[in-house]
């Protein structure tokens, strides 16, 4: 059974950090792409940062330079670390893992983890 499980979010002020993390099980973790989207109410989901199979990152436009996407296959974990908070920021976090080669046809989605960021 495949999961995924986000932590990490909670309620932060303006300036301030959080670190997310996306636990996978049931996959070969190495053979995914992982992303992490956010959702804010009324909103779109929206990419916020992924990372390749083989470790390159790609972000959002909107947190280039406060936000930072990692992985570490030994652990099947991806983490996320938000510097620099903004209320806008504020959303519920999904991680999202998909396959590559002869994973290809995979995608699986976590629950999300919330993050509020007070002025």
């Known amino acids: 059974q495949v999961q995924l499980v986000e932590s990490g979010g909670g309620l932060v002020q303006a300036g301030g950090s959080l670190k997310l993390s996306c636990a996978a099980s049931?996959?070969?973790?190495?053979?995914?792409?992982i992303g992490w989207y956010r959702q804010a109410p009324g909103k779109q989901r929206d990419l916020v940062a992924s990372?390749?199979?083989?470790?390159?990152?790609n972000y959002a436009d909107s947190v280039k330079g406060r936000f930072t996407i990692s992985r570490d296959n030994s652990k099947n974990t991806v983490y996320l670390q938000m510097n620099s908070l903004k209320p806008e920021d504020t959303a519920v976090y999904y991680c999202?893992?998909?396959?590559?080669?002869?994973?290809?046809?995979?995608?699986?989605w976590g629950r999300g983890t919330q993050v509020t960021v007070s002025s």
């Open positions: 999202n893992a998909k396959g590559v080669g002869v994973w290809h046809l995979n995608d699986y």
């Open positions: 049931g996959i070969t973790f190495s053979q995914y792409s």
């Open positions: 990372i390749s199979s083989g470790g390159s990152t």
